[in-house]
């Protein structure tokens, strides 16, 4: 039986599938199985680790769409998750909308934010329109702070705990299955649209947006539609982190975030949405495990444990530094290296 | 009957005139070339065709596929690409990320529907549209002998491979009239000839309209129907090939006056 090679189709349709040879379809059940196994084996940590890596793979795909596929620098990725939770929690609040709706509400408002903030990437491109979503960011962090009389100001919103069928879903462990169906359901969204027209007009516009324009793509639709899709998942993993938390506070929701989203899909990889998974598994996970090597090492060798909280900071810098000199291609790079050597193995190519 | 005009286009870029009231006709199912010395204002036409330029004056008609006369004055580059106006670069302008497959499915894009929802959520309908339209991509592919190429990025293809890539994506589009700037540029003998075939075959067997811009004069002569010669953003020599080759006009243009000829 043939997994990789030796495969061939004969039907535009399986050939255009997502997963159209037998080895990535036995990786993805194996990884479904995983996921699906691995709340009843976890304690709270784990899953609440686990919790925080689905709402910023939900976030780090949002950001991918438009950084790494449509090539639209953003910094405001704190201020869009921003608008998502707020929103979210305040049409729950004042109006006392149920929580599925008010998570929905709250993705087409940041979408329709991210729309609007997007406008300037019409004329400007590169550092220039990062410098103009910066903005965005600066405009929605004092909104946040300043605008008490709807925000609360410095002051942190508390909401009722979400709920479906009398269960609380805002548990480690029931939250968990909710995470996980957002960020699979975020993640086949864009693995379609990307082998679709709308997504490869993105990738196009990313790549060449002259010949984009020569060959009949609607350079002013394509843009503001890439940040009007990006926005609608920033907002919906914005909305997540109001339910799962159910406080929201602005200190959430800085630049700080931006670049720490910024740093999951570079390390991740830029334009791939396994490696915005592998962006976000990394860097929820590094801060972690800095802090259990500490907690590990605090018998043995106590003088490293007392540093390496300080180290965490820059433990963080180096890995984004070293990825980008050595992988700048990410996570999802290395991910593929590894299939590709078992693409023929064991009867590689030798070079003599 | 004409399915391209040009009349009196005028392009000035501050100071500098391109293009000064250049008149021109492609007639459709002719291979025109448009030929002059460097800085004449070859491009120029081209980028004003596509709508890259706005000329200041002038008008630019198109007789579209569906037999309707528009006005390509003003009209946004993605506006003309839809009524049928293909083009290739000077420098190959591909999506170098891509693979040749996804870069000629660009080329469907103004035949194609669908947006953001539909494409994510994937669903019927735009499942059979992609599939159709990659049923087109895969006639363009055979045409143009890049099966083996397929899945291939594009940005590491061979230079002669990209500006066969870039002129499939081009007629992926189904122009009814194709631009092609200076497709033989950079290569060699065998690699000009083939591609000079490649136009050829494009023009009779899918019978496109081809204007090309080359500077490779013998390649031009023994190509076109019909050439055009610009210099200074005027045309000074019009005709077949043999008429244009021997014009006291062109020779003056390319060669310089010879001393003491002045008039």
Redesign the interface.
């Not at chain 1, 082998?195 to 007009?201: C, E, H, K, L, V």
């Not at chain 1, 010949?211 to 793509?217: F, H, L, T």
């Given at each position: 039986m043939s997994f990789e090679c030796g495969v061939f189709h004969t039907r535009?349709?399986s050939d255009?599938g997502l997963r159209p040879r037998p080895l990535q379809r036995i990786r993805l059940a194996v990884f479904a199985a995983f996921v699906l196994v691995f709340p009843f084996l976890a304690g709270p940590y784990w899953l609440d680790l686990a919790n925080q890596v689905a709402i910023a793979t939900v976030g780090a795909i949002g950001l991918n769409i438009l950084v790494g596929y449509t090539g639209q620098i953003s910094l405001g990725q704190g201020a869009f998750m921003a608008i998502g939770a707020y929103t979210a929690g305040l049409l729950t609040l004042n109006l006392g909308l149920p929580w599925g709706v008010s998570i929905a509400v709250a993705c087409v408002v940041t979408s329709l934010a991210g729309t609007f903030f997007g406008l300037p990437s019409l004329r400007l491109k590169g550092l220039y329109l990062a410098i103009a979503t910066l903005a965005a960011q600066e405009i929605v962090e004092w909104g946040m702070t300043h605008w008490t009389a709807v925000t609360g100001g410095t002051e942190a919103i508390v909401l009722p705990a979400p709920s479906l069928f009398g269960v609380r879903l805002n548990t480690s462990f029931s939250f968990y299955w909710f995470g996980v169906l957002m960020a699979a359901g975020t993640a086949l969204?864009?693995a379609?649209?990307f082998?679709?027209?709308?997504?490869?007009?993105f990738?196009?516009v990313?790549?060449?947006d002259?010949?984009?324009?020569?060959?009949?793509?609607?350079?002013f639709r394509t843009k503001l539609?890439a940040f009007?899709?990006s926005s609608f998942f920033v907002g919906l993993a914005g909305a997540m982190i109001a339910y799962y938390r159910t406080i929201i506070t602005w200190e959430r929701f800085t630049l700080e975030t931006s670049i720490v989203y910024l740093a999951m899909i570079i390390v991740g990889g830029l334009?791939s949405i396994r490696g915005s998974f592998f962006g976000a598994v990394l860097i929820t996970l590094l801060p972690a495990m800095i802090t259990n090597t500490g907690r590990a090492l605090q018998d043995t060798a106590p003088v490293v444990a007392n540093l390496l909280p300080y180290a965490q900071q820059a433990v963080f810098g180096v890995v984004i530094i070293l990825f980008l000199i050595f992988e700048p291609k990410g996570l999802s790079k290395l991910w593929g290296n590894v299939k590709d050597y078992f693409h023929v193995w064991p009867f590689a190519y030798r070079r003599g | 009957m004409p399915v391209l005009e040009l009349r009196d286009l005028t392009l000035r870029f501050g100071g500098v005139t391109a293009l000064a009231e250049f008149t021109m006709e492609v007639r459709t199912g002719e291979l025109l070339a448009l030929i002059g010395p460097n800085g004449a204002g070859k491009t120029s036409v081209l980028n004003c065709i596509s709508g890259l330029y706005r000329a200041q004056e002038g008008t630019i008609t198109l007789t579209g596929r569906d037999g309707r006369r528009h006005s390509l004055h003003r009209l946004p580059p993605h506006r003309i690409a839809a009524l049928g106006v293909a083009r290739t670069f000077q420098n190959i302008e591909l999506f170098k990320h891509m693979t040749v497959l996804e870069n000629l499915m660009l080329g469907r894009h103004v035949h194609m529907r669908g947006g953001v929802l539909s494409g994510g959520l994937y669903v019927g309908r735009q499942r059979r549209r992609e599939i159709e339209h990659r049923r087109c991509v895969e006639e363009v592919i055979d045409f143009m002998n890049l099966e083996p190429l397929r899945s291939a990025e594009v940005g590491n293809l061979a230079y002669g491979n990209q500006r066969l890539v870039e002129m499939a994506r081009a007629l992926a589009l189904d122009p009814a009239i194709l631009l092609l700037d200076e497709p033989t540029a950079g290569m060699n003998a065998e690699e000009k000839e083939s591609m000079a075939r490649f136009i050829l075959d494009v023009h009779e067997e899918r019978g496109v309209t081809v204007v090309v811009i080359d500077h490779d004069i013998d390649v031009i002569m023994d190509i076109s129907d019909r050439v055009i010669v610009l210099d200074f953003g005027r045309e000074i020599a019009e005709g077949r090939p043999e008429e244009v080759r021997s014009d006291a006009a062109v020779i003056d243009a390319y060669l310089g006056r010879a001393r003491g000829d002045v008039a």
């Open positions: 535009y349709e255009m969204f864009a379609n649209l082998r679709t027209r709308m997504g490869r007009a990738v196009a990313r790549d060449q002259i010949a984009a324009s020569v060959i009949g793509v609607n350079l539609l009007a899709t334009g | -």
